[in-house]
């Protein structure tokens, strides 16, 4: 990882190193296990896991639900307003995926609010911080998601609206 390329250029050595080794963690290998999805609060924050006493692990859960609750107000409320950015998740969601619809618009949105994005591009621009790169690659992979599963509603909803025209095409040949 270290000899793979020099630091000539490097303004900031451990912010290029933190980098290389989220890029080699971040690696598929296809060899042995594959890599648990992490655990994060709100699309972007690690859970905080391992040893500790209940007090802290009470409050490290009421923070969680705090941060996804404010992800979730900002969603509702940028969706109300018709925050331009929010065309960029695609057609609110409904039925069966809906709630992971509303989950990937929440992980935007906790990334907007998280640093600050006001304008209508849904991810604001190109950050040099290593940190908020990490958060916008997951940022880009709920908000594509999102696009995702709207286009999935689509293509469910097509087909009962061509049965119903061909329906009306068979009744008025009658």
């Known amino acids: 990882m ?9 303004q ?8 290389r080794v989220a890029t080699i963690v971040s690696r598929d290998t ?6 648990r999805t992490p ?14 006493d209940a007090a802290m692990h009470q409050a490290l859960v009421q923070r969680a ?4 609750s404010r992800a979730a107000a900002v969603l509702d409320q940028a969706l109300l307003a018709g925050e331009p950015w929010t065309r960029a998740l695609g057609p609110e969601s409904r039925g069966s995926a809906d709630a992971a619809w509303h989950q990937s618009g929440c ?4 990334y907007r609010e998280r640093y ?27 908000l594509e998601a999102a696009k995702g599963l709207s286009s999935d509603r689509r293509a469910y909803d097509l087909p009962r609206q061509t049965r119903a025209s061909q329906a009306t ?4 040949r009658r």
């Open 2 to 10: 270290v000899a793979a390329r020099g630091f000539e250029d490097a």
């Open 12 to 19: 900031d050595i451990a912010a290029v190193l933190q980098a």
């Open 30 to 35: 296809g060899a042995g296990r594959t890599r």
């Open 39 to 52: 655990r994060l609060v709100a699309g972007l924050i690690p859970r905080a896991i391992g040893p500790m």
């Open 65 to 68: 639900d705090l941060i996804e």
């Open 107 to 110: 992980t935007v949105a906790a």
């Open 116 to 142: 600050g994005i006001t304008g209508a591009k849904p991810l604001g621009a190109v950050s040099d911080s290593t940190a908020q790169k990490l958060d916008a690659v997951r940022a880009r992979a709920a």
């Open 169 to 172: 095409v068979w009744t008025s």
